[in-house]
């Protein structure tokens, strides 16, 4: 078992809206809003997908070479925490603070923008620059944004990206190298995502409709989520990580659920409890047939059929390398008293037809409120390509 850390503040952004309340009123209500109709992303095919459709800030002059949509969505999400983020920043010290940030896509849509103009005008936009497609690109803009000198850098590890940042900042801490660490990620939707989902026959005709007998894939969405984590007596802590790998295949889950199942022990043990002490488990729950499949199997072996779950996926569509972070903060608004006064749960929205072929979970209808524990603590899932597992456990805090 390791340290407990806080997570001392939380900034999100999503189809769902921007900051904190907006972002938990839509949540908790229900609503898929955000979930609208596309034709302008793949060739000739009208899709569904959770759009983010705020005004996003504009970045300063002085980043330039990293101003794409993806980091003005970091951006939106990190102007919430920024007094929190100078105050550790004062307290530590610029090179006591680091930043670890998940992304799949990262830039790419702006690459394909202005690769669309090179090929009809001949010229490439003016002040276009590759640099705006790394990769690396979000933990860059952060810790410059910030003036930070630690530890800085990027996870892409597909659709667990932003989850497993969460482990990645607990280890730079918990081997002196940091004091606090900026942790979440970013994702934006842009058409080699939709296209290759596409190729792969994994995109939902319509809205997705997590484990339900009558689901057929995935909605892609885009936001970001960021936190900043360090000790001390936060209200929220990162009480439990589990990350495993099965390396199943380079595109489908192992159909037994073994690696998710592992994750979700690991994280129980390093946190130090029972299945029974978990109240809420915010689900992968991407809606395609294989998935659904093996992470029903994995949760009914570890928690049986009657903890209250819920895919979130069917409010925001699935947020890629951003999914993990942005799961973790609505475990986090649903612990927060200031965000949930009511103490609500996300609730799954689907058509409410059950797959009999899949272990019984307790999907959770708008209204279900946090069952009495002694202490709340809940679980995100987040399952990536390649077999890239995590499982997340945070709790509030006993007043």
Known sequence: M????????????????????????????GSNDGIVARDDIVHGRNLFVGSVRDDLPPL????????????RLLEAALAEIAPSIERAVADYGRNRVAVVLGTSTSGISDGETALATYRHTGAWPKGFHYRRQETGSP???????????????TVATACSSSAKVFASGRRLIA?????????????????MTLSGFGALEALSKGRCNPFSVHRDGITIGEGAAVFLLERGAGHIQLLGVGETSDAHHATAP????????????????????MPEDVCYINLHGTA???????????VASVFGNTIPCSSTKGMTGHMLGAAGGCEAAFLWLALNPETNPTGLLPPHLWDGAQDPALPLLNLIPPGTRIPTQPRAAMLSNSFGFGGSNAALILARMAA
Do not use: W
């Not at 081997?175 to 058409?191: H, P, S």
């Not at 690991?266 to 130090?272: F, R």
């Open 2 to 29: 390791m340290e407990a850390l806080s997570l001392t503040d939380c900034g999100v952004i999503t189809p769902l809206g921007r900051g904190k309340k907006a972002v938990a009123a839509a949540m908790l209500k």
């Open 139 to 153: 933990a860059a803009f952060a810790s410059r944004r910030f003036g930070i000198t630690g530890p800085a850098y």
């Open 60 to 71: 300063p002059h002085a980043f330039a070479l990293l101003d794409s949509r993806n980091n």
């Open 288 to 298: 395609t047939l294989l998935n659904d499949a093996m992470e029903s199997k994995a």
């Open 175 to 191: 081997n002196g190298l940091a004091d606090a660490v900026i942790v979440g990620g970013a994702d934006t939707l842009c058409r």
């Open 254 to 273: 192992d159909p037994e659920g073994n690696g998710a199942r592992d994750a979700m022990l690991q994280a129980l043990a390093d946190a130090a409890l």
